[in-house]
């Protein structure tokens, strides 16, 4: 009994000190693999989400940013936000709403918040639509850091969002994208592989 | 006088004192260990342990300057064509009716030997996806440049003509 325990509080501790716990997110998005094995940079990131119904969700860490961005926006886009209001942007890691409707989602609890469904910031062509205006205020925000800008899509969403999202980004001189993927090896006997195996004998020596 | 009497002088007890009885020092543990179990289930549950990856995309600058674009040889090029249900076409040069369905495990033969016949300075791929293709697909083939090694690729809107011999070759294939 006594080595039982042992070992499932050894078990306990490494899950505690292991665990990372899962963000919120707005909507399940199942994303594709890829063989790139570059980590996602924790700080300074600002995420699009698209789910498989091509809605658009704008996610940032810093809650800073998100109260800079969201009183930039406020001057800009005649919102009308109270304050309260920009507290409440500042408290919301997600927003997925047009700017119509932004003071409407803002005004409720945030256990609404999450409950209501978003529909999505609207990307409706190749002019970037309203996510034109969140990637401009973004971008200033940012200004002197180094942001990465990154895009998780579901599998299933269909091209032209994408396509949408990208000239958005393209429309402020953004052209460095981050795509959010699971980590899968590169399949033995191609090139890819090859010159990995080269770097793994190469630090051996 | 002052002297205490003690249990009968002789140093052995009494029959009323009792011997102290020794006590376990054993706990029982059941409580703690469904505990500590309910922990590890907790944590299992809200741990992430796969860390997601990030894969870089470098877009060029639109740009309507002609002496600012990229030029392409037709020999080194090899155009990929992304339509529905995963469909996938591709043609070499500049000649889109030569069209040819392949798909994404067949392609990467396709690419290793265009690779192998053109020039590396030559050699590029175009990647045009159309509006029925999916984001899957899009990660796909761009996963494929990485794992082939292809130095030169660019992702652009495909051009109506093409889009009609996709089309039209989805149609003869019966998708």
């Known amino acids: 009994m006594t080595a039982f325990v042992d070992v499932s509080f050894l078990i306990l501790t490494f899950f505690i000190l292991a665990t990372k716990f899962k963000p919120d997110e707005p909507v399940e998005v199942k994303f594709p693999s890829s063989v790139s094995a570059d980590k996602i940079p924790e700080m300074d990131a600002f995420l699009i989400t698209i789910d498989k119904d091509g809605r658009v969700f704008v996610q940032m860490d810093d809650p800073n940013a998100r109260k800079s961005i969201a009183e930039n926006l406020n001057e800009t886009r005649n919102l009308g936000l109270t304050p309260a209001n920009i507290k409440s942007f500042t408290n919301s890691p997600s927003i997925g709403v047009p700017f119509a409707g932004l003071k409407n989602l803002l005004a409720m609890e945030p256990e609404q918040q999450k409950n209501v469904r978003q529909p999505g910031i609207p990307v409706p062509d190749s002019t970037g639509g309203e996510l034109y205006y969140w990637i401009r205020d973004a971008k200033s925000t940012y200004a002197g850091k180094k942001v990465s800008w990154l895009i998780k899509a579901d599998d299933a969403t269909k091209y032209p969002v994408i396509k949408n999202v990208l000239e958005a980004f393209k429309r402020n001189d953004i052209n460095k994208f981050q795509l959010v993927t699971k980590f899968r090896d590169a399949p033995i006997g191609t090139p890819l592989w090859n010159t990995r195996q080269n770097q793994i004998g190469a630090g051996k020596k | 006088m002052a002297a205490i009497e003690e249990g009968g002088g002789g140093g052995h007890k009494g029959p009323g004192v009792k011997k102290a009885k020794k006590l376990s020092t054993r706990v029982d543990m059941t409580p703690m260990v469904d505990l500590g179990f309910l922990l590890i289930t907790f944590f299992i549950f809200s741990t992430t342990m796969a860390q997601p990856t990030a894969m870089q995309l470098i877009m060029p600058k639109d740009t309507e300057k002609p002496e600012e674009q990229t030029k392409v040889k037709a020999s080194g090029a090899l155009t990929i064509m992304l339509g529905k249900k995963d469909g996938l076409y591709y043609y070499e040069g500049d000649d889109p009716t030569k069209i040819q369905a392949t798909d994404y495990k067949k392609i990467r033969d396709v690419i290793i030997q265009k690779k192998k016949n053109t020039k590396p300075e030559d050699f590029v791929v175009v990647i045009k996806p159309n509006d029925e293709s999916n984001y899957q697909n899009v990660v796909a083939i761009l996963d ?19 889009n009609e011999l996709l089309v039209a070759t989805e149609k003869a294939n019966g998708i």
Do not use: D, G, Q
């Open chain 2, 144 to 162: 494929e440049m990485s794992i082939n090694e292809v130095k030169k690729f660019a992702m652009v809107n495909i051009s109506p003509v093409e």
